[in-house]
């Protein structure tokens, strides 16, 4: 079993930024891929990046790319989404993944869950 927290989420005026961390405990950390999903309102969960559990390979939506960058301290068992010039399309419930292949894009792959934080964009 994996167990999985997120934190950082809040309200933030667009064109700013947030930091969202992913704090993992239960198995070996690095022996999982690791991925931020989002989900607004009426929407389905969306991918938002990934990295691999080893080289730290990333991989990012075309919506966010540029715009966010993943990464992981596997030395502190958490994962960061930073998110830089937020837009009001960002607002969403952003929940962590982890997945027990090298790399996962798609919410089916991942066995595990955070229990999501919210981040809400004004314009």
């Known amino acids: 079993q994996v167990q999985l927290v997120e934190s950082g989420g809040g309200l933030v005026q667009a064109g700013g930024s947030l930091r969202l961390s992913c704090a993992a405990s239960g198995r070996t950390f690095r022996n999982y891929a690791m991925g931020w999903f989002r989900q607004a309102p009426g929407k389905e969960r969306e991918f938002v990046a990934a990295i691999t559990w080893s080289l730290g390979n990333t991989y990012y939506a075309d919506s966010v790319k540029g715009r966010f960058t993943i990464s992981r301290d596997n030395a502190k068992n958490t994962m960061y989404l930073q998110m830089n010039s937020l837009k009001p399309e960002d607002t969403a419930v952003y929940y962590c993944?982890?997945?027990?292949?090298?790399?996962?894009?798609?919410?089916?792959?991942?066995?595990?869950w955070g229990q999501g934080t919210p981040v809400t964009v004004s314009s």
């Open positions: 993944g982890a997945a027990s292949i090298w790399v996962a894009t798609a919410a089916y792959e991942y066995a595990y």
